[in-house]
Nanobody, 122 residues
Framework: VQLQASGGGLVQAGESLRLSCAAS????????MGWFRQAPGKERDFVAA????????YYADSVKGRFTISREYGKNMMYLQMNSLKPEDTAVYYC????????????????WGQGTQVTVSS
């Protein structure tokens, strides 16, 4: 499975962005998926995850209430709607997928893409 994240860019604090993740295979519908991010000089952090059927979601406390994860099964797509962006949200965002159960650790996932840069100016 190949994953490709897109939609990053430069925005001002308070603005919104929507990240997209395109999967190469329709079987992605059976995978739990998620987003991680990594800021310069920092560890990679969990952002959000969604179950294979989309009925369950999980968010890091730092983004809860501002970010929304969703899926579009017919197009093998996953999204991350990011509202009320803050400078501390600046990072490279990675989409990930697992045949197992989603979690907050990078090691829980089997596949990941190259990432898309999000920069939030103050």
């Amino acid at each position: 499975v190949q994953l490709q994240a897109s939609g990053g860019g430069l925005v001002q604090a308070g603005e919104s962005l929507r990240l997209s993740c395109a999967a190469s295979e329709r079987t992605i519908g059976a995978f739990d998926m998620g987003w991680f991010r990594q800021a310069p000089g920092k560890e990679r952090d969990f952002v959000a995850a969604i179950s294979s059927r989309g009925g369950s979601t999980y968010y890091a406390d730092s983004v809860k209430g501002r970010f929304t994860i969703s899926r579009e099964y017919g197009k093998n797509m996953m999204y991350l709607q990011m509202n009320s962006l803050k400078p501390e949200d600046t990072a490279v965002y990675y989409c990930v997928a697992t045949r197992g159960r989603y979690g907050s650790r990078w090691s829980s996932y089997d596949y990941w893409g190259q990432g898309t840069q999000v920069t939030v100016s103050s």
